[in-house]
């Protein structure tokens, strides 16, 4: 709930903006612009659950038309609000303009909590929110594309692509009309995965930069470091399992819907995820200790801590309480405009959501060219690769005179299957935007934090492109 004097999170979101405007030469109409929702559908639709009939309130915000087709996921949430998507729409424009996603950014929201529902009612509410979609022609891949969000997942992608192929089933590019869909309906490998592991690659890219780490006064390197995650949801999983397991990072406190746990030797999160599955909850982990309160892991001692549940939960009555030097911000918006001042003056590190989180959009655009293309990635050239590796490593072999062993060259000689290819067009984009973030932090000495370097680094981009369109001379 918004507490008083709290900025909500869409104030906290057009906050951030004008503070970032202001270290630009961009002209005030453009600004305007580029700063209010292009197009916002509030839809109520009637669904029979039961006996009765329920009126379900949903949205359809599109933030920026500057490129099409727009992009960003949908949430189901008892929370949403028409405010809350217009600030999330918002956040996709930017956070595509910074990985270099030719999209506008939008975002869907519909009222319900979906635990409240069977699976055969939210697979009705979703066919009926795609079909007011498809009516408004706010869905498609040229238009508008949706994909997971908060409580949403690969299922509900395949009921919304079988909605709209109902509609336009002749349509040879409609498959691109959603992302995040299932690999065996048009999906791509790697999606699942691909928020929390961009958040890994952007942790990495932070806590490699020696002038940032010299300013909170840790060592370089993400071996070792603790880290404390708010939500196991995909985008929390998988930050956790891949920073511990490929970054050495040690996860020392998890919380979730039903409280939290502490370890201070580290959590084994593929564990405690199938601990959850098999009891329902993480609490009573084995070698953990259960919390007093879920908040205590925003709270805990840690070098890394990532809130990776909903916005607003870092605000100005718990801020002086963080004692973590980095805060990755998994979720969108996770930190208020007020907060973010308190922490900032303490010298605390925010790596912003329209960076850290954009793994997700990335490989959707990956999935939606691959929709576009016809056919996965490394289809054509893996064999071809594979053969010129190898005759590359006999050729090695015949010149030295010493074999190399048949389990080395298959390793050697491999071509690149599509997670593979995915994960490197990933780790690309979140290291060249990490670039260009700091890129800006150096040419323009005012600007001191990442937030607002992204963010200019974002402004920049758009209004190019809206300079480009002709709309602004
Ligand atoms: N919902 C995700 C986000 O907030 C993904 C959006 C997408 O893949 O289009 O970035």
């Not at 795609?130 to 299922?155: C, H, M, Q």
């Not at 309160?293 to 939960?313: G, S, Y």
């Not at 050729?395 to 071509?415: D, F, H, M, N, P």
């Amino acid at each position: 709930m918004k507490k008083k004097n709290e900025p909500s999170f869409y104030e906290s979101v057009q906050r951030n903006f004008d503070r970032a405007a202001s270290h630009t030469k961009i002209p005030s109409g453009l600004l305007a612009q580029i700063k209010e929702c292009n197009a916002v559908y509030q839809i109520r639709f009637p669904v029979k659950i039961g006996a009765n009939y329920e009126v379900i309130e949903a949205y359809r915000v599109q933030h920026s038309h500057h490129r099409a087709p727009t992009k960003g996921g949908i949430r189901y949430s008892r929370k949403v609000t028409q405010e809350e998507v217009m600030a999330l729409a918002a956040l996709m424009s930017y956070k595509c303009a910074i990985v270099d996603v030719p999209f506008g950014g939008a975002k869907g929201g519909v009222k319900i909590s979906p635990r409240e529902y069977s699976t055969a009612q939210l697979e009705k509410i979703t066919r009926r929110y795609t079909t007011e979609l498809v009516r408004k022609n706010f869905i498609g891949p040229g238009i508008d594309v949706p994909a997971p969000d908060y409580g949403t997942g690969s299922r509900e992608m395949a009921w919304i692509l079988d909605t709209y192929m109902v509609f336009k089933g002749g349509e040879i590019d409609a498959a691109g009309c959603v992302t995040g869909k299932p690999v065996a309906q048009s999906g791509i490998r790697g999606r699942e995965e691909a928020t929390g592991r961009g958040v890994f690659y952007g942790i990495r890219e932070v806590v490699n930069d020696a002038e940032l780490m010299n300013s909170v006064g840790l060592e370089v390197g993400l071996e070792g470091k603790t880290m404390a995650v708010q939500g196991l949801g995909n985008v929390g999983y998988h930050t956790a399992k891949i920073s511990s397991e490929e970054g050495g990072v040690k996860v020392i406190s998890v919380a979730e819907y039903e409280g939290a746990i502490y370890n201070k030797s580290g959590i084994d999160i593929e564990k405690l995820h199938r601990h959850r599955a098999r009891t329902g909850s993480i609490m009573d982990f084995p070698g953990a200790k259960n919390l007093e309160q879920r908040k205590a892991t925003l709270e805990v001692r840690c070098d890394i801590l990532v809130p990776a549940a909903l916005e607003n939960q870092i605000k100005k009555s718990n801020a002086n309480r963080i004692k973590a030097k980095v805060i990755a911000e998994a979720a969108n918006g996770p930190v208020t405009a007020d907060a973010e001042e308190m922490l900032l003056k303490k010298g605390v590190i925010i790596i912003p959501d329209m960076y850290i989180n954009a793994g997700g959009v990335t490989v959707s655009y990956f999935e939606w060219l691959k929709n576009l293309s016809h056919m996965r990635f490394g289809r054509l050239e893996k064999r071809f690769d594979q053969n010129t590796y190898l005759n590359l490593v006999n050729l090695v072999e015949r010149q030295t005179g010493k074999s190399i062993k048949e389990r080395e060259k298959t390793v050697l000689a491999r071509g690149a299957d599509e997670i593979d290819l995915v994960r490197s067009g990933l780790e690309e984009t979140m290291v060249t935007a990490y670039g260009q973030i700091r890129e800006i932090m150096h040419r323009k000495k005012d600007v001191k934090d990442l937030r607002t370097a992204a963010f200019v680094n974002a402004l920049g981009k758009i209004a190019s492109d809206y300079i480009n369109l002709g709309v602004f001379p």
